[in-house]
């Protein structure tokens, strides 16, 4: 009877050992093709200048990967982070989209379609809030146990480029959560410290190898959050990291320039943003990072044109960023337009 | 015949209607956000313009991280409106800038302050100056008020849970933005010093320790973390202060006749707006962060606010018409107070 006993037992924890096994097996493996998905597949991704396509992958597969990666015991926090940063671009376009009707119904007096419109746009911004909040969540837990350090106190040492770039874009997208949570009437609940956090965060990683982007998010918080700017040069910081950003095909901190001067109403300076973004003489775009490039336009485009659309009725003409309907063309030097007219 | 005189009346309805819509001129409005454009003032705003344009005015919105210049900007005639905490307000209407006059909403019931019946207080307060029966009150001279929301209670954060009662409060270094006389009115009454202090560096000044009590909505707690000033030690204390609200002023000679009263019933309908915001920073900080005070120091604060508050209304800082309705509400809401049976306040 006694020996039964001990044989079941031995049985149950046999059984319970090989399916341990298995799932550690499993979970290796799962791990190991995170690990090249990460290291392989998503380098030539980022070398794809296409948003519109990079948002909807992510959106319409991050179900597949992110589900199917954790049934097998893996941890696709890092690769959940950068899908989710990708897909906030989609629901932030349709959102600007609804803000655009806003704004040209509401010039045109058309009380019903515009506040519409804004609803539309605050439900928009409640869904980018949330992925936004999550990617940052998830970066952080993940980079956290695998560096043991206290983001926002202490600083990790990168093993990889991979793990530095999602620190970054994830840090970015908390910062963008808290701004478009505050713009959906604060549907969501980001916690608002996730701001100086950031800030601190930013420091960690080195602004000449990132395009200008860890100062010039920096900055974005300097010039918003109260006492933050005192002792620092929130404008010139922008200048420095437009030309770090400038000369590596980068343009992420124009943007944040832009977005920094429309905060406080700085109607010349974001101007001067867009201008500058137009201007970039023998620009050329990363191509190791074209998807970061090119989402820094589609972003810089969506800010001109909430600022066409306000001012003029329609969103920034075709070929027509940095350059606005009240500025003169200057007649090229030596012409004179009575001479061209005799 | 018959179709004639329809048709004359026709067109005459078609010119009345006309001459009755107001033609919309560009109005210029002064917002104070602390997070300028990004903001929860400025956001709200943004609706409000919509809203305005059928009272028939056309808003052209623009923001000011800084208080003081939106209001000097105002003031000077370069914006037509201005939208700011009732610290700078009051200067443009007393009776509506008294509503977050120290204590004049706090509700308290056993020894407690009833935070949901502190809130029905400002809420009642707010319909009632929304009301065109309020409009001379809610005019003075060539301003009126044209809304007034909720920005919260103001509660003490405190460096050490030992100061836990008004006598502690003395020789305390307490943190005082120089523009608002009811601040420096308390802080000298408690036998404190105060320690001069703006937006901008009050949450610094508590973090570092330079001061030990500061004043602030829940809304200061995430975005300033404040947490840091409380460190393991400190806490807030669950007892408001006041009640801080956001006021909307215009210069009436540039609005349509009717629109001040309009717009302060549009705002009266977004209370529950406003109050989702601040519920959502109150349940940020967590339960361990709060303290709440004995019963018989809840009476101490109580009366300490309600003398305060009667000498900065004999001062001129306060209204005294203002503090008799917040008081008639406050006894609308809860009966049983002690207070209710006597005449001060009235």
Redesign the interface.
Same mark, same amino acid.
């Given at each position: 009877m006694i020996k039964a006993g001990i044989w079941r037992v031995l049985a149950i924890s046999g059984v319970v050992a090989v399916a341990a096994g298995c799932a550690s097996v499993e979970r290796g493996a799962t791990n190991l093709a995170i690990n090249l998905i990460e290291r392989r597949i998503i380098p030539p991704q980022l070398e794809i200048d296409d948003v519109d396509m990079a948002c909807r992958f992510a959106t319409a597969n991050f179900p597949l990967i992110s589900g199917g990666t954790r049934a097998f015991g893996g941890d696709p926090q890092l690769l959940e982070s950068l899908l989710l940063v990708s897909s906030a671009a989609c629901s932030e376009q349709r959102a600007v989209e609804e803000e655009l009707r806003y704004l040209r119904a #509401?010039k045109q007096?058309n009380?019903e379609e515009? %506040?519409d419109a804004?609803i539309g746009q605050k439900r928009l911004l409640e869904v980018t809030a949330r992925r936004q909040l999550r990617a940052y969540d998830a970066m952080r837990n993940k980079l956290e146990a695998k560096y043991n350090f206290q983001y926002g106190e202490t600083c990790p040492e990168f093993e990889r480029d991979f793990d530095e770039l999602s620190y970054l874009l994830g840090t970015v997208a908390g910062l963008q959560a808290v701004?478009n949570d505050?713009?959906s009437? %604060?549907m969501v609940?980001v916690?608002?410290?996730i701001?100086?956090k950031s800030e601190r965060a930013l420091k960690c990683i080195s602004n000449a190898k990132w395009w200008g982007v860890p100062n010039a998010a920096r900055a974005v918080v300097w #010039?918003?959050?109260?006492?933050a700017s005192?002792g620092k040069d929130v404008w010139g910081t922008f200048r420095l990291s437009m030309l770090i950003g400038e000369r590596q095909g980068v343009r992420l901190s124009h943007v944040m320039y832009g977005l920094s001067a429309?905060?406080?109403?700085d109607t010349p300076r974001f101007r001067d943003a867009t201008k500058r973004f137009a201007n970039v003489k023998d620009f050329k775009p990363s191509q190791q990072y074209a998807l970061v490039e090119s989402l820094s336009g589609a972003v810089m485009t969506n800010l001109s044109d909430r600022y066409w659309s306000e001012n003029v009725g329609t969103r920034t003409p075709v070929g027509s960023m940095g350059k606005y309907w009240d500025e003169e063309a200057a007649m090229p030097e030596g012409m004179n337009v009575d001479d061209l007219l005799n | 015949m018959t179709m004639k005189i329809k048709a004359i009346t026709a067109a005459l309805g078609v010119a009345l209607m006309a001459s009755a819509s107001p033609a919309?001129a560009k109005q210029k409005v002064c917002v104070f956000d *602390?997070?300028?454009?990004?903001? +929860?003032v400025f !956001?709200?705003s943004? +609706?409000y313009?919509?809203?305005a344009?059928?009272l028939g005015a056309d808003l052209h919105l623009?923001?000011?991280?800084d208080e003081k210049i939106a209001s000097e900007n105002f003031k000077t005639g370069q914006c037509d409106m201005l939208v700011a905490t009732s610290f700078r307000t009051r200067a443009y209407n007393s009776v509506a800038g008294s509503i977050d006059a120290l204590g004049a909403a706090s509700v308290v019931k056993d020894g407690k302050v009833d935070m949901p019946l502190s809130y029905e207080v400002v809420k009642r307060t707010i319909q009632l100056f929304a009301g065109d029966k309020a409009d001379a009150l809610m005019t003075q001279g060539n301003y009126q008020v044209a809304g007034i929301f909720p920005f919260g209670a103001a509660f003490l954060y405190v460096k050490s849970r030992d100061i836990n009662s008004v006598e502690k409060l003395a020789g305390k270094k307490i943190a005082s933005f120089d523009y608002d006389s009811a601040q420096k009115e308390m802080i000298s009454k408690v036998g404190a010093s105060p320690v001069s202090a703006d *937006?901008? !560096?009050f949450?610094?000044k508590f973090n570092n320790g330079s001061v030990d009590i500061i004043a602030a909505p829940a809304a200061a707690y995430?975005?300033?973390?404040l947490y840091k000033g409380l460190g393991n030690s400190g806490a807030i204390i669950r007892f408001p202060v006041a009640v801080l609200t956001y006021q909307l002023i215009v210069n009436k000679s540039k609005f349509p006749e009717g629109f001040a009263q309009k717009s302060r019933d549009y705002w009266a309908k977004k209370f529950p707006?406003g109050m989702? *915001?601040i519920t !959502?920073a109150e349940k940020?900080i967590p339960n361990g962060a709060w303290m709440d005070i004995p019963a018989a120091d809840s009476v101490k604060y109580t009366i300490l606010l309600r003398e305060s508050r009667i000498g900065l209304a004999k001062g001129g800082s306060y209204d005294p018409k203002a503090l008799n309705i917040m008081k008639q509400i406050r006894c609308s809401v809860n009966r049983a107070d002690s207070e209710c049976a006597t005449k001060t306040e009235l």
């Open positions: #509401s007096n009380i515009a %506040q804004r701004v505050i713009a009437q %604060q609940g916690p608002t410290d701001a100086p #010039s918003i959050l109260p006492g005192e429309l905060a406080v109403g | 919309l *602390i997070l300028g454009a990004g903001g +929860d !956001n709200l943004k +609706d313009v919509l809203a344009k059928g623009e923001a000011f991280t *937006i901008s !560096n949450g610094a995430k975005p300033l973390e707006a989702q *915001i !959502n940020g």
